[in-house]
T-cell receptor, first 116, second 114 residues
C-alpha cells in the first residue's frame, strides 16, 4: 500500500487566496484525521471523520476552515480566505476503528503551507 | 495548559548512550501512542500501550505505561544517529459523553552525536 497520500506537498499562496489540501487515506481505513502542526502549538487535531461523516470538528480554528469527505478514499481541507497565521504543516492521517478500540493512526507526509 | 507534557523538550546525547523521554498527563490515558517524526516528514508509528504497567519493545526502543495510566516513558538503549528525530506521545483522552480524542504532546527533539 502507498500509505496516506497528501497533495500538494508544498503550497505558497498570498493572503486572501483560497487553499485546498487533499488527502487519500489508506484503503480499508474508515477514520480520517486532519492535523495542523506549528512550532508554537505543536500538533493539533482539526477535525476527524468516521465512515465519511464528520465526528468532531471542535478543533477547526474558525469559519474560514472547512473539510469534506465525499467518499471513503478522498478528503479535502479548504481555507478561504487564507491568512499568514495559517502557515503550518497540515497532516492527514487515517486509521481503522471499531467500537471503543484504539488503533494507531498512519500519517501522510504533510502539506507545508506558507501564506504571505 | 498542555494536557500531555513531554520532557525534556530537547535532548543531545553521544552515540551509544541510553536516554529516556517522558510523557505525563493529569488525566487517565486510554491508549498511549509513541510516534517518531523526522524534519519535514510525517509521523511514523512506533508503539501503542493500553494497559497499566504494559511494556513493549522494538529493537532498541522500549516504552512503558505506568500502573495509573498517567505517565509513559520511552527508553532508547545504545542510541545511534538513526534514532535522531522528534518523538511525540499521543493519547486518547476522555472528553465526556462516551467520546475520546487523540491529543499529542509537543514532542522531544533528539539529536545523537556520532
Amino acid at each position: 500500500d502507498a500509505g496516506v497520500i497528501q497533495s500538494p506537498r508544498h503550497e505558497v499562496t498570498e493572503m486572501g487566496q483560497e487553499v485546498t489540501l487533499r488527502c487519500k487515506p489508506i484503503s480499508g481505513h474508515n477514520s480520517l484525521f486532519w492535523y495542523r502542526q506549528t512550532m508554537m502549538r505543536g500538533l493539533e487535531l482539526l477535525i476527524y471523520f468516521n465512515n465519511n461523516v464528520p465526528i468532531d470538528d471542535s478543533g477547526m480554528p474558525e469559519d474560514r476552515f472547512s473539510a469534506k469527505m465525499p467518499n471513503a478514499s478522498f478528503s479535502t481541507l479548504k481555507i478561504q480566505p487564507s491568512e499568514p497565521r495559517d502557515s503550518a504543516v497540515y497532516f492527514c492521517a487515517s486509521s481503522f476503528s471499531a467500537g471503543d478500540a484504539s488503533y494507531e493512526q498512519y500519517f501522510g507526509p504533510g502539506t507545508r503551507l506558507t501564506v504571505t | 495548559s498542555q494536557e500531555l507534557e513531554q520532557s525534556p523538550q530537547s535532548l543531545i546525547v553521544q552515540e551509544g548512550k541510553n536516554l529516556t523521554i517522558n510523557c505525563t498527563s493529569s488525566k487517565t490515558l486510554y491508549g498511549l501512542y509513541w510516534y517518531k517524526q523526522k524534519y519535514g516528514e510525517g509521523l511514523i508509528f512506533l508503539m501503542m500501550l493500553q494497559k497499566g504497567g504494559e511494556e513493549k519493545s522494538h529493537e532498541k526502543i522500549t516504552a512503558k505505561l505506568d500502573e495509573k495510566k498517567q505517565q509513559s516513558s520511552l527508553h532508547i538503549t545504545a542510541s545511534q544517529p538513526s534514532h535522531a528525530g522528534i518523538y511525540l506521545c499521543g493519547a486518547d483522552i476522555y472528553r465526556g459523553a462516551g467520546s475520546y480524542q487523540l491529543t499529542f504532546g509537543k514532542g522531544t527533539k533528539l539529536s545523537v552525536i556520532p
